[in-house]
């Protein structure tokens, strides 16, 4: 297992996005690099029988107000800009995070979350019609068609599975959540103390 951080996201979380365009100047101060983990957001709501903010924030009175708050000040803090909302929320992310490992196994991973991400959050799109995120892919330089294809392997479906259960077991249960050896963080929010660790490394 990687001695480094590990961020463990999803597409599909717009608190994830901001937590990944935080994360470069985190490893720039601290010298020390994240090793992002696809995992699949409804893989892990259904482990745990969890529920997206969404869901579970539906006429609850003052708790929504203050997660925005609670966001500027993310925003604010870390000196990124906001999430542009995606008019198509929910985005089934399935192919989405297969296509992740895809990247990986094509070495063309770094490029692809960047772009995966700018199309759900900051040109936000109907990411989970294929024609659409073919196109998007695309346009960010990528060989979509062979990533698109590449995730309907058998192996690239495996590797998702395994990656989904696998932060489970070690006690996930949204995105984004955060490792530090044994040690789990969820949320943005808890980047700053992410950081505070790996400043006393």
């Known amino acids: 297992m990687s001695t480094n951080p590990q961020f463990m996201f999803d597409f599909g979380s717009p608190n994830a996005f901001l937590s990944h365009e935080a994360i470069p100047a985190i490893e720039q101060r601290s010298g020390v690099k994240f090793d992002y983990v696809p ?13 997206s903010p969404a869901e579970t924030l539906a006429g609850v009175k003052n708790k929504p107000e203050f997660m925005k708050v609670e966001t500027e000040r993310f925003i604010k803090r870390f000196k990124v800009k906001p999430a542009v909302w995606n008019p198509f929320f929910p985005v089934n992310t399935l192919n989405l995070m297969r296509a992740a490992i895809a990247a990986q196994f094509e070495g063309v991973f770094e490029q692809y979350v960047d772009a995966a991400f700018h199309h759900m959050w ?80």
């Open 122 to 201: 900051r040109e936000p799109k109907k990411m989970d019609d294929p024609e659409v995120a073919a196109k998007a892919l695309t346009s960010s330089g990528l060989d979509a068609a062979r990533l698109l294809t590449r995730a309907q392997e058998p192996e690239v479906k495996a590797r998702l599975i395994e990656n989904t259960q696998a932060a489970v077991e070690r006690g996930a249960f949204g995105s984004p959540t955060f490792f530090v050896g044994s040690e789990m963080f969820f949320g943005k929010e808890q980047l700053r103390e992410v950081e505070e660790i790996l400043a006393g490394k």
């Open 39 to 51: 995992i699949l957001l409804g893989g892990i709501f259904k482990a745990t029988n969890n529920k």
